[in-house]
């Protein structure tokens, strides 16, 4: 089983949906847990960090239940531009101490 | 954010040589830095972990002796890929952060072909 699992999709939305991605992970010590944007072939890029309260940033809403070890990020008012792939990231320590990653959940906003 | 620069971009080269690859953070301090791998369809993998001045910490079943790995100042880190075959050809990429609780900045990424 893979540390953090993500449906590979890809999603095709229509501009102005919203969209959800979730996230599951198997190591219950996990202590930071992120999502990053990456382009296609290009750098991963930190899209915002993911805390037990839930936290939002604009129209990203993302959401995380350790009892579950579940993690979902929430777009609304999807643009063209959001369209990339979404990767769930997951800490064995804390703060960026060492990363792993998802697969990625693809993402495809269309006109 | 930060900025993270890596050299080349994109690299071919011959089964058997060898190939560096360089990481730089511009505009601050990196005490760690991180080097990764993506196949293709695959997550990133972490492949070592470097603090300046010391020696790499290599993940299971990378080989150290293989992906030499060399953090000797604040600001660059190299990875050199030796003897290269066909099935190293992929995605390099490498982060670099100041302190443990600070984001880690990645680089642009390398993409190494070996024929």
């Known amino acids: 089983r893979k540390e953090v699992e993500q449906d590979p999709g890809p999603f095709n939305v229509p501009e102005g949906a919203t969209v959800a991605f979730n996230c599951t992970y198997s190591?219950?010590?996990?202590?930071?847990f992120f999502w990053y944007r990456q382009d296609c072939r290009k750098e991963p890029k930190l899209l915002m960090s993911v805390y037990s309260s839930g936290n939002e940033d604009g129209r990203f809403t993302a959401q995380l239940n350790r009892a579950s070890q579940y993690i979902s990020l929430l777009i609304r008012d999807s643009k063209l531009s959001d369209s990339a792939t979404y990767l769930c990231?997951?800490?064995?320590?804390?703060?960026?101490?060492?990363?792993?990653f998802g697969t990625g959940t693809r993402l495809l906003v269309s006109p | 954010g930060a900025v993270v620069s890596q050299h080349p971009s994109w690299v071919i080269c011959k089964s058997g040589t060898s190939v560096k690859i360089e990481c730089r953070s511009l505009d601050f301090q990196a005490t760690t830095m991180f080097w990764y791998r993506q196949f293709p369809k695959q997550s990133l993998m972490l492949m070592a972990t470097?603090?300046?001045?010391?020696?790499?910490?290599?993940e299971q079943g990378v080989e150290k002796d293989k992906f030499l790995i060399n953090h000797a100042s604040l600001t660059l880190s190299t990875l050199t890929v030796t003897s290269a075959h066909p099935e190293d050809s992929s995605f390099y990429i490498c982060?670099?952060?100041?302190?443990?609780?600070?984001?880690?900045?990645f680089g642009q990424g390398t993409r190494l072909t070996v024929v």
């Open positions: 470097s603090n300046e001045g010391s020696k790499a910490t290599y």
């Open positions: 190591n219950s010590a996990s202590q930071s």
């Open positions: 982060s670099a952060r100041t302190t443990e609780n600070t984001e880690a900045f």
């Open positions: 990231v997951v800490n064995r320590g804390t703060g960026f101490q060492k990363l792993v």
